[in-house]
Structures are given as C-alpha cells and as structure tokens.
C-alpha cells in the first residue's frame, strides 16, 4: 500500500529533525505531488533544501508558502535568509521587517523562533548603519550641505533613517485643514515673545503670591457628572497636576486675573483667541514631584499652547511628538498641543508655567472670525459654554 501526503509528510518532517536531509527532501517531494499546496510540507522542504544549499529549490518552495500565506513568520524569516545569501540586503531587510513587524512577544514563540526574529532585528540594524554611514558620507561631500541645510532637511533625514517617528496633528474637536505640523514653532513667528519674556520676574512674584495659598490651585482634570469619565491618565480629580485659572472659556476668573495685573498687562497685546464661551484660557499650571501626564491630544488646531516657565527645578522635562525640551526659567515656547505630547516632573520641587493659548499665525483675520463664529453656533447649539480643554 503506498504510504498517504500525510504518513511522507510525518516521514520526511522525522528525518528534516534528524538531519537527514536528502531523505526529508525525497518525502517531503513525494508528499506534495499527492498534495501540493499544503503549507507545512512546503515549509519542510525549504528547509530541507536550504540545508542542501538548493537555494533556488528553497525559495520556489518558501514562495509558494507565502503566495498562500503572506503572513507566515517562519516563512518571511527564511525567504529575507535566503535573498541575503542571494547578495540582495535591501530585499532581505524588507522581509525582515515584515517578520518582525508581525513576530509576537518573545515568550510566546519557541526558542528558535525567537532566536530567528532576534537574528532579523540585528540584520536590520547592520543594514541600517550601513545604509545610513553612506547616505552620511554622499552628503557630507555635497555643497549643499555645508551651504543650505535647513531644519526641516534635518528632520527628514531622521524620520527616514528611522531616528524619530512621524506625529501629526490630531486634534479631537475640530481640524482646520492644509495647516502645517509642526510640533514646536520659531519664535520668529511671534514678535511679541521679548516683551512677554521680559516679564517674567513680575509674573512670578505674582505667581508666588497665589502659591501662598496653595488650596486656590484645583485639580486641572475634575469629573463632572455630565460627562462620563473615561480619562485613564489617573490624573482625574489629582493635585498632582493642578491649575490656578486667570481666565477660563473666555471669561476672567473672579478674585484670580485682578489679583495678577502685571501679568494680564503682559498678555494684553497678544493674539489670544476670544470666543465667548471658549477662549481664552489663562492659567498657572502646576505639576508636582515625580507627577507624568501621559501622552494626550488637544481639541483644536486653529490655535497653539504658549508655556512661560516661572518655578522650572531641574528634571522637568516635555516631549511634543518626536521632540522632547526642558523647561528654562522666562524662556517661552508655543507648539501645537493637537500633536501628542507629554510632560514629567522627575524632581523633589514643584513646577509651574504660565499657559495660555494664541491663535495660529498661519490663520488669516477673516480665518479667526470665521473661527471664532464656528465655535460661537455650537455654543449656542449646546445651550450655553463647554470647556474644549488645554
């Protein structure tokens, strides 16, 4: 009686494991004229043949495993061996991406698996540097380098060499379109940026006053029992990061902003969005030791969040996408808070900036009023003001 696929499967499968390698070949052959699609089979057999140095034989056999299964990880694995030995590395990393992009936690993969997906993550990575130290090299003997570098070139080439991730706006209210992402700006879109730095000691002493009485800070995420809380930062109702608000939904705050003047003076020229039941939102923003907030989006992108550093200890530290600062005492910035963006407090001090909010200098006028009578509709529509958020 002549033996099934399945019994020259388990046959040449036993002799693969034994290392008898032309016998595997001859069942595992012999199984796939009886059914030549089956997927094991064909994985055995590359196998087989690859230990024969049959490359061509391999690959037709791994290739028919991937034409069935694209996502087989053993095949990507061997298909990205095989083109490497073939002398083609930019085929052999792409394989090798697609497997370890797919490969699961290294405990729940056998060892040699994992030891496979181990030597396809270090195979990427000497290509890597390869493919980088000669893109490097081209470009250092390039005029252009030396002459006309600029900063969005320099990010490009650290996005395309894999050293930062690409993070876009993603506001969760409202996205005006065709705006550019950037995460921080140049201060040389805000001309007023001097002045308000130069303030700076008489927003503080302002700011030390409030601090005086620390129960005048609340927590800057608070339930409200209209809304479901679904915030899963466990920042929700914590001190830990806490606001004293000068204005809030484009109202001044009673007993707060006239207890500022000097710094309500310094913001007085700026373009600050004014939009009844919206904007502005001024406040002192407190993040206490060892406090995180975790990476969050903001509502809108017609508008950017301006941070003044007044109380900046050593270890505070915030990360705008791929970006990541220090705050400095009086030095403002202003990026875009719809692109992910975290902040910690690895210190024993507290922290605290003046936040405030600007439009985009991209807007036009007549942009900011239509803005600005956009969100006044909804208002209306919702009966009355609704906090969109820092």
């Known amino acids: 009686m002549q033996p099934t696929p399945k019994q020259l499967q388990h046959q040449g499968l036993a002799a693969l494991q034994a290392g008898r390698y032309p016998a595997a070949r001859e069942a595992l052959e012999a199984a796939l004229r009886a059914a030549p699609a089956d997927a094991t089979t064909l994985m055995a057999l590359a196998y087989a043949c690859t230990h024969l140095a049959d490359h061509t034989a391999a690959r037709a056999a791994v290739d028919a495993v991937l034409q069935a299964e694209p996502r087989n990880l053993r095949a990507l694995l061997l298909k990205g061996d095989l083109v490497w030995a073939a002398g083609d590395e930019r085929a052999a990393a792409a394989f090798f991406r697609a497997a370890v992009s797919i490969a699961p936690a290294a405990d729940a993969m056998p060892e040699d698996l994992s030891k496979a997906v181990d030597r396809a993550r270090q195979a990427i990575a000497r290509l890597a540097g390869s493919f980088e130290q000669t893109l490097l090299q081209h470009l250092r003997g390039s005029p252009a380098w030396a002459q006309a570098r600029s900063s969005r070139f320099d990010q490009s080439l650290e996005l395309l060499l894999g050293r930062k991730q690409l993070y876009l706006q993603e506001p969760r209210l409202y996205c005006f379109p065709e705006l550019p992402h950037k995460q921080f700006f140049e201060r040389e879109a805000f001309p007023w940026m001097d002045a308000l730095e130069a303030q700076t000691d008489a927003i503080r002493d302002e700011l030390l006053a409030v601090l005086r009485q620390p129960d005048r800070f609340s927590p800057y995420l608070e339930s409200d029992e209209t809304r479901p809380a679904l915030y899963q930062g466990g920042l929700l109702n914590n001190a830990d990061w806490s606001a004293?608000?000068?204005?809030?939904?484009?109202?001044?705050?009673?007993?707060?902003?006239?207890?500022?003047?000097?710094?309500?003076a310094a913001l007085q020229a700026l373009p600050l969005p004014r939009i009844p039941g919206r904007s502005p939102?001024?406040?002192?923003?407190?993040?206490?030791?060892g406090a995180h907030i975790p990476p969050h989006h903001g509502f809108v992108n017609t508008r950017l969040i301006v941070h003044l550093p007044l109380v900046v200890p050593p270890g505070c530290v915030f990360r705008v996408g791929n970006e990541t600062r220090t705050w400095a005492y009086g030095k403002a910035w202003a990026f875009d808070d719809t692109i992910e963006h975290e902040a910690w407090n690895t210190s024993d001090q507290t922290r605290?900036?003046?936040?405030?909010?600007?439009?985009?200098?991209?807007?036009t006028a007549q942009e900011r009023a239509l803005v600005g009578s956009l969100f006044e509709a909804i208002r209306r529509h919702q009966g009355g003001q609704q906090d969109w958020g820092i």
């Open 352 to 363: 605290v900036v003046l936040l405030f909010e600007v439009w985009r200098p991209e807007l």
């Open 281 to 289: 939102n001024i406040l002192f923003s407190q993040l206490r030791p």
């Open 244 to 264: 004293f608000y000068l204005w809030r939904n484009g109202e001044p705050v009673a007993g707060h902003a006239d207890s500022c003047p000097r710094t309500m």
